[in-house]
């Protein structure tokens, strides 16, 4: 099996429960009126581009968003307020998460003073845990891989009368995960913003990384809606070990990966596509790649040691999957047939997320090679 699958969307727009809710999102009015508000930066890296052979390689960095570390507490925030706006009533939230997004819930309901339980996979390292401890969750490790640790904490809120806060969804679990979907669309009006007042180019291609596809969905309805066929080409790459859009897209249906949930990309770990995310993504995705670790370990290097003028990014595994991802497509030799298919060349425009910085320090300054 090729490492990459090339999809020919329709670009269009199907009208579901989420591309309502995302259509009527007001997730940037509410970040922006947050205390803790700040948009983080896009930059572009010249040099890194130069070395690539492309025009322009511009980077949204999310390392710093709200303390966190991570985009992620955009789309729980969002979702927990406009929940507590509608059902006052609510004391305890309930979630499932391989790192970011429980932190970013633990931190969304301890703003709203409100209970929070976080249940996580067995291979959740202890600082990624205590980081979401210490925004006063009670967390739960489980001896069980992401997509059953998801069908646990479920199972729980069922039995406690929690509310559920997850960021994928499933048949009559839609509403919550497209209210996080939409939340998610605050950093692409930013981005929007920043091209229009920093930079005087048109995006050609968007590399995102994918977990359960909440994220990179809203991503693609966002250029989708604005834009429609004239968006951006748009690739997501997963790892290899835990690849389930790339699994769907080989298979013509939403499928769990086959792999064995083995790679250092933590967030991006995940089980079965989220059902509005697959959606969504089917008809605006225009390939899929899946990578090994060995890829985003040279692009937290790349990101961390600059060349020239351009500046220090702090990337964690993650987050610097799109770059890995992107170096991978320009570097390996049998990726010709998707370098055309995107139209990869020394003109384009590249945009890149880093949707977390060093969430786990300790692993991080060993991939840095830094003591």
């Known amino acids: 099996m090729k490492d990459f699958f090339l999809n020919h969307p329709n670009n269009k727009i199907i009208p579901t429960i ?13 970040h922006t009126n947050l205390e803790d508000y700040n948009c ?14 492309i025009n322009n390689l511009f980077v949204k960095d999310e390392s710093e968003r709200f303390g966190l570390n991570a985009f992620k507490v955009l789309g729980a925030s969002y979702a927990v307020n406009h929940l507590l706006n509608h059902e006052s009533n609510i004391t305890t939230f309930c979630t499932a998460t391989d790192g970011n997004h429980g932190r970013a819930v633990a931190w969304s309901a301890r703003k709203e003073n409100k209970k929070c339980i976080v249940y996580v996979p067995e291979n959740t390292t202890n600082l990624r845990m205590n980081a979401i401890s210490k925004e006063g969750a009670e967390v739960y490790k489980l001896k069980m891989n992401y997509e059953k640790t998801c069908d646990y904490a479920k199972k729980m809120s069922l039995e406690n009368n929690w509310t559920l806060i997850q960021d994928t969804s499933w048949e009559n679990y839609e509403e919550i995960p497209s209210l996080i979907m939409s939340g998610y669309l605050t950093h692409f009006h930013e981005l929007e913003n920043q091209m229009e007042l920093n930079y005087n180019s048109k995006i050609d291609i968007i590399f995102l990384q994918c977990g359960v596809g909440s994220w990179p969905a809203s991503c693609v309805w966002y250029f989708l809606n604005k834009y429609k066929a004239d968006k951006p080409k748009i690739v997501f790459v997963e790892p290899i070990e835990s690849a389930g ?17 083995k790679t250092i990309m933590a967030g991006l770990n995940c089980g079965i596509p989220s059902k509005n995310g697959w959606d969504i ?13 060995d890829y985003v370990i040279k692009a937290m290097n790349k990101y961390y040691y600059p ?5 220090r990014i702090i990337s964690g ?7 890995a991802g992107l170096l991978k497509v320009i570097s390996d030799s049998t990726f010709d047939r998707l370098r055309k298919h995107i139209n990869l060349n020394s003109s384009s425009n590249v945009l890149l997320f880093n949707t977390e910085g060093a969430t786990d320090i300790n692993d991080f300054n060993k991939i840095i090679k830094l003591n």
Do not use: Q, W
């Not at 983080?40 to 052979?53: H, Q, R, T």
């Not at 298979?251 to 792999?259: A, F, T, W």
């Not at 595994?317 to 770059?323: D, F, I, Q, R, Y």
């Open 317 to 323: 595994e993650s987050g610097a999957a799109g770059l």
């Open 281 to 293: 993504i089917k008809n605006g995705c225009d390939a899929s790649i899946i990578i090994s670790d």
């Open 307 to 311: 060349k020239d003028n351009d500046v």
């Open 245 to 261: 859009i790339f699994e769907s897209f080989n298979l013509g249906y939403r499928s769990s990966p086959n792999g064995n949930y």
């Open 18 to 30: 989420s591309t309502e809710i995302l259509a009527n999102s007001s997730s940037m009015k509410f």
């Open 40 to 53: 983080p930066p896009l930059v572009s890296l010249k040099s890194l581009a130069k070395e690539l052979k």
